[in-house]
């Protein structure tokens, strides 16, 4: 592992659009949390009555919002977390846009991307056992 310089700008600057996305559901969030959480449906668990890995993931994003992180880690680890690393990918792709000097990337070797890969796994299938041992219903 380690760090090079920047290949190609796009993942840095995809932080804009998404950050805008990100900004709508923030503030959607904070100002009718209600309306939001009427959105929240899993097809999975109307199909099967399992619930998916992310199910819980708007009640935590809205916990997120509201500045309860144990709240939204409780509900859905696996989304909090993920929503916890995008904030920071979108951090520092605003910080290396703004600083240029900072552009670099993470590059992993062949073993590396494995155990990454793995790990990623690992963590999406023990969020949905959390999930599901964690439901009411």
């Known amino acids: 592992m380690r760090l090079a310089?920047?290949?190609s700008p796009l993942p840095r600057l995809l932080v804009f659009p998404?950050?805008?996305l990100a900004l709508f559901g923030l503030a959607a969030s904070l100002f009718?949390?209600?309306k939001v959480l009427l959105l929240a449906h899993c097809p999975l668990r109307d199909l099967t009555g399992l619930p998916c890995p992310t199910c819980?993931?708007?009640h935590a994003a809205v916990a997120l919002a509201h500045g309860r992180p144990a709240e939204a880690f409780t509900t859905?680890?696996?989304v909090a977390g993920a929503l916890v690393l995008f904030s920071i990918w979108l951090m520092a792709g605003l910080a290396t846009t703004l600083?240029?000097?900072w552009r670099h990337e993470l590059v992993l070797g062949p073993r590396e991307k494995r155990t990454a890969r793995?790990?990623?796994?690992?963590l999406v299938l023990w969020g949905w056992a959390w999930v599901i041992f964690r439901s009411p219903g």
């Open 32 to 34: 009718v949390p209600d």
């Open 18 to 20: 998404f950050g805008l």
């Open 5 to 7: 310089p920047e290949k």
């Open 99 to 101: 600083v240029p000097a």
């Open 76 to 78: 859905s680890p696996l």
């Open 56 to 58: 819980g993931g708007t």
């Open 118 to 122: 793995f790990l990623a796994v690992l």
